[in-house]
């Protein structure tokens, strides 16, 4: 079972706003990570520390957190935004790293 | 920029050993990162395998720690994964990963900004 839980699938209508999130205990002394997945590609960084997005990302992407939740928004979510997408964050000791077990989001 | 490129055996036998390469192009594996790999199973989530600083420092994932070893040689620029006592279950896309950390006032943050393109592993006789 994953230290970081993530509903297993989110809809959304094209361009409408949608909150993919993650629960952890270890939230609470660590920052999640996001990553986007698209079949048969390798992951990439969309979100981190908090909210943060790395050059390329649009910024219709945003991260937040509260408490032991990360939540991973897109406003206005494009056809290309589909994909599964996954959190990431260390364990509560902070002695290894977790991943949530993935949320599939499909655009309506 | 800096790129990564897993490689080795796409096909191990069943209680043989799994062992992959991770080139790092473009950069030095002694800049101040961590290293990890990443494995994802047919159809199913990512797991994390587990890290390497250039000295040699590591952290394992505490579910595969009794069948893993992950080493660095700095002198190829690349590091290293061997998994042993493999079975059908460690059959996945094995990818290496650039790990970032910093701090942000009472919190730490860990983030994999650069990857591999995978490599598939399938265990079977």
């Known amino acids: 079972s994953s230290e970081l839980t993530q509903d297993p699938a989110v809809s959304v209508a094209l361009g409408q706003t949608v909150r993919i999130t993650c629960q952890g205990d270890?939230?609470?002394?660590?920052?999640a990570s996001w990553y986007q997945q698209k079949p048969r590609q390798a992951p990439v960084l969309v979100i981190y520390s908090k909210n943060n997005r790395p050059s390329g990302i649009p910024d219709r992407f945003s991260g937040s957190s509260s408490g032991n939740t990360a939540s991973l928004t897109i406003t206005g979510a494009q056809a290309e935004d589909e994909a599964d997408y996954y959190c990431d964050s260390r364990d509560i000791n902070g002695n290894y790293r977790v991943f949530g077990g993935g949320t599939k989001l499909t655009v309506l | 920029q800096v790129q990564l490129q897993e490689s080795g055996p796409g096909l191990v036998k069943p209680s043989g050993t799994l062992s992959l390469t991770c080139a790092v192009s473009?950069?030095?594996?002694?800049?101040?990162?961590?290293w990890s790999w990443v494995r994802q199973p047919p159809g199913k989530g990512l797991e994390w395998i587990g890290e390497?600083?250039?000295?040699?420092?590591?952290n394992y994932n505490p579910s595969l720690k009794s069948r893993l070893t992950i080493s660095v040689d700095k002198s190829k620029n690349q590091f290293s994964l061997k998994l042993s006592s493999v079975t059908a279950a460690d059959t996945a896309v094995y990818y290496c990963?650039?790990?970032?950390?910093?701090?942000?006032?009472?919190?730490?943050?860990?983030?994999?900004?650069?990857w591999g393109l995978g490599t598939l592993v399938t265990v079977s006789s």
């Open positions: 473009g950069g030095s594996i002694s800049s101040s990162n961590w």
């Open positions: 390497i600083y250039h000295s040699g420092s590591t």
């Open positions: 990963a650039r790990d970032r950390v910093g701090v942000a006032g009472p919190f730490s943050y860990w983030y994999f900004d650069l």
């Open positions: 270890s939230l609470r002394s660590f920052y």
